[in-house]
């Protein structure tokens, strides 16, 4: 009787234990699609969303170029990631003064024509504005949360400084993201980088993906981190290439030793406002400021505070590009 009982129980927890196993592998598999998977906006709904979100001068500027034709597109082809494109916008005046805007997550490269604003009308900068992998007309079946896209906006430094350098040796350039973008914009900074990127600007970028992640399932779904993080993390590792542990902003900060000015509004939940003094910290090397938009929500400092905002980015880029 105890041997047939013992074999009944070990039956029932191997049982248990594949039935958990492939509910976890089956969760697994849904969080990866569902995170990663592309949801692309068109060129209008992202026109429409810009124009119903920002002030009414940001509409009637963006109105203004695309009726001389000043946004241009370009195009760069990297291996195993396809062909990726940008669009562009140069200054009414000669110069090398040049600003790389990357987009967050689900956007495309219009959705940064209000910062585009700040720096090619009020500043005369020369813009590029990437669309992300798998973002916008970029090619792509996967989102890379802003990790590998660090490595593209790094292509597409390159692209700008050889297209608005004029006469000059080099550019002058500063990197600026909002969400998604503010992140791969930190992961740059603790790259190499060439010697004609000054400074960054990050907007509510994140600590990590797997803090993201982390966030989001206690948020929407109330889970803890295991095992389903842990699982989607090995999944998309296996698919990707990439975890989400080593995608990881406060590790490249660590690195980070070129000039940063970090914004975040102080009732952000989608990116936590918490967030902000974790990554603060972890630059420790090189100039760093930071601007706190009061009362705003995720990625709504330009839009809830257009003056502030412009004074700051302003006034902290003037101090590194001349």
């Known amino acids: ?10 039956r029932t927890v191997v049982v248990l234990f594949i039935l958990v196993l492939a509910v ?44 001389r034709h000043a946004l241009h597109d370009t195009t760069i082809t990297v291996p195993e990631r396809g062909n990726l494109k940008a669009i562009y916008l140069r200054s009414d005046k000669p110069t090398n003064r040049t600003a790389v805007l990357l987009h967050g997550y689900n956007d495309r490269a219009e959705s940064m024509l209000h910062i585009a604003y700040l720096y090619n009308y009020i500043l005369g900068y020369n813009v590029l504005m990437p669309h992300c992998f798998a973002h916008g ?23 700008a400084n050889d297209m608005f350098r004029g ?12 969400s998604m973008g503010g992140f ?27 803090d993201e992640f982390s966030s989001e399932l206690h948020n929407e779904f109330s889970l803890p981190e295991f095992p389903l993080l842990y699982s989607t993390s090995a999944l998309c590792k296996m698919r990707y290439g990439w975890t989400f542990g080593e995608a990881s902003a406060v590790k490249q900060l660590k690195k980070s030793t070129l000039p940063m000015l970090f914004i975040h509004g102080d009732a952000d939940t989608f990116v936590p406002y918490a967030m902000l003094d974790t990554l603060y910290a972890a630059k420790t090397t090189g100039y760093k400021e930071k601007f706190i938009a009061h009362s705003t929500t ?5 839009t809830r505070h257009q003056r502030e905002y412009i004074s700051h980015v302003k006034k902290f880029v003037k101090r590194f590009i001349k």
């Open 184 to 210: 791969a914009t930190m992961c740059i900074s603790g790259e190499e980088c060439p010697p004609y990127v000054k400074c960054f600007v990050e907007d509510c970028g994140y600590t990590s993906v797997w």
């Open 137 to 159: 007309d970029s090619d792509g079946d996967h989102i890379d949360m802003g990790w590998r896209d660090r490595l593209d906006a790094m292509q597409w430094m390159q692209l």
């Open 167 to 178: 006469d000059s040796a080099q550019t002058q350039m500063v990197v600026h993201g909002i």
């Open 298 to 302: 995720h990625a709504r400092s330009f």
């Open 1 to 10: 009787m105890k041997s047939r009982m013992k074999k009944f129980l070990v």
């Open 24 to 67: 976890t592998i089956g969760a697994s598999f849904y969080m990866l699609d569902f995170a990663l998977s592309p949801q692309r906006r068109t060129h209008d709904e992202a026109m429409t969303r810009l124009y119903k979100r920002e002030p009414a001068n940001i509409k009637t500027w963006v109105k203004s170029i695309e009726k």
